[in-house]
């Protein structure tokens, strides 16, 4: 019933910001916790920040003080604000959406947008 789809991605160099969207379609979007994961090739998909529908945000510790993740209700859109990004950040960055209703869980996600940080 939820569809993202994220936008945003692209070549930048380390030091530099990027900041990606996710556009969401369906009902009730102000009550998921929405979140940022990315996967980079070999390893395993991360949790990279969420925003629950109350505003509360987490961050992986390899993000905190760089990267911020807001929504706008208003929009059906969340965002993820990234500033002096670092090689290690190239991944392929995904949306998500979860809530949990009458005790199971919805999850969507988008299809991934690239990231690339090189000099």
């Known amino acids: 019933q939820v569809q993202l789809v994220e936008s945003g991605g692209g070549l930048v160099q380390p030091g530099g910001s990027l900041r990606l969207s996710c556009a969401a379609s369906?009902?009730?979007?102000?009550?998921?916790?929405m979140g940022w994961y990315r996967q980079a090739p070999g390893k395993q998909r991360e949790l990279v920040a969420l925003?629950?529908?109350?505003?509360?945000?987490n961050y992986a510790d390899s993000v905190k003080g760089r990267f911020t993740i807001s929504r706008d209700n208003a929009k059906n859109t969340v965002y993820l604000q990234m500033n002096n990004l670092k090689p290690e950040d190239t991944a392929v960055y995904y949306c998500?959406?979860?809530?949990?209703?009458?005790?199971?869980?919805?999850?969507?996600w988008g299809q991934g947008t690239q990231v690339t940080v090189s000099s």
């Open positions: 998500n959406a979860n809530r949990w209703v009458n005790g199971k869980l919805n999850s969507f």
């Open positions: 369906g009902s009730s979007f102000s009550l998921y916790t």
């Open positions: 925003i629950t529908s109350g505003g509360t945000t």
